[in-house]
Nanobody, 124 residues
């Protein structure tokens, strides 16, 4: 069973930086894609950044230029580096992974999993 665990949340002042991590565990053959979402109080969950296994990235307009997503495929860890933080960045951040799972007899299957989220607050 694949599990995703986010960490790195906390309290940061506006203008500061923070790096979130997402550790994936299980019989992971490949991370096809990793996506970071966030959900602010009273708002819908929104995509923040996405990276696939060809290193193609996608960022939301609200964070482009301030956030960098990366993945270490050897360690099955993803990061979200956030700089020039704004109070609007306050949210629970969730990691979502699209994986190829190794099964017996050299078979694989695709699985998608969510982490439980990590909260961080940007103070003014």
């Amino acid at each position: 069973q694949v599990q995703l665990v986010e960490s790195g949340g906390g309290l940061v002042q506006a203008g500061g930086s923070l790096r979130l991590s997402c550790v994936a565990s299980g019989n992971i053959f490949n991370i096809n894609a990793m996506v970071w979402y966030r959900q602010a109080p009273g708002k819908e969950r929104e995509l923040v950044a996405r990276m696939d296994d060809t290193d193609i990235t996608k960022y939301s307009d609200s964070v482009r230029g301030r956030i960098t997503i990366s993945i270490d495929h050897r360690k099955n860890v993803g990061w979200l580096q956030m700089d020039s933080l704004k109070t609007d960045d306050t949210a629970v951040y969730y990691c979502f992974g699209d994986f190829r799972i190794a099964l017996r007899f050299l078979q694989h299957r695709q699985e998608k999993h969510w982490g439980r989220g990590t909260q961080f607050t940007v103070s003014s």
